[in-house]
């Protein structure tokens, strides 16, 4: 089971970049998916995360800015973020509660980072 995130990449500010995660693998349900940053010499902090059922999180930091979307079909969440800002550069971790086929318990995983660089 693997998350992967793509999308990552060098925009200036003002711009906007679509973050994309995919959970595969023997996956038997997921449940909450989302997103966090870390930026350097910074710790890990959530950016967005959408139950299974609810309504979305968002930072302060990014609220109206920052979308975040989840199609249960595909196994996939993504992070539209607009209006960015050179305080967002980080890497972005997607991150699923997931409950593998077979497994007896929930577990958390994470996906390998991508890189967001604005530029002012």
């Known amino acids: 089971v693997q998350l992967q995130a793509s999308g990552g990449g060098l925009v200036q500010a003002g711009g906007s970049l679509r973050l994309s995660c995919a959970a595969s693998?023997?996956?038997?349900?997921?449940?909450?998916v989302g997103w966090y940053r870390q930026a350097p010499g910074k710790q890990r902090e959530l950016v967005a995360v959408?139950?299974?059922?609810?309504?979305?999180n968002y930072a302060d930091s990014v609220k109206g800015r920052f979308t975040i979307s989840r199609d249960n079909a595909k196994n996939t969440v993504d992070l539209q973020m607009n209006s960015l800002k050179p305080e967002d550069t980080a890497v972005y971790y997607c991150?699923?509660?997931?409950?593998?086929?077979?497994?007896?318990?929930?577990?958390?995983?994470w996906g390998q980072g991508t890189l967001v660089t604005v530029s002012s």
């Open positions: 693998g023997s996956i038997f349900s997921i449940g909450a």
């Open positions: 959408i139950p299974s059922g609810g309504s979305t």
């Open positions: 991150t699923a509660r997931m409950l593998i086929t077979g497994a007896l318990r929930w577990g958390d995983y």
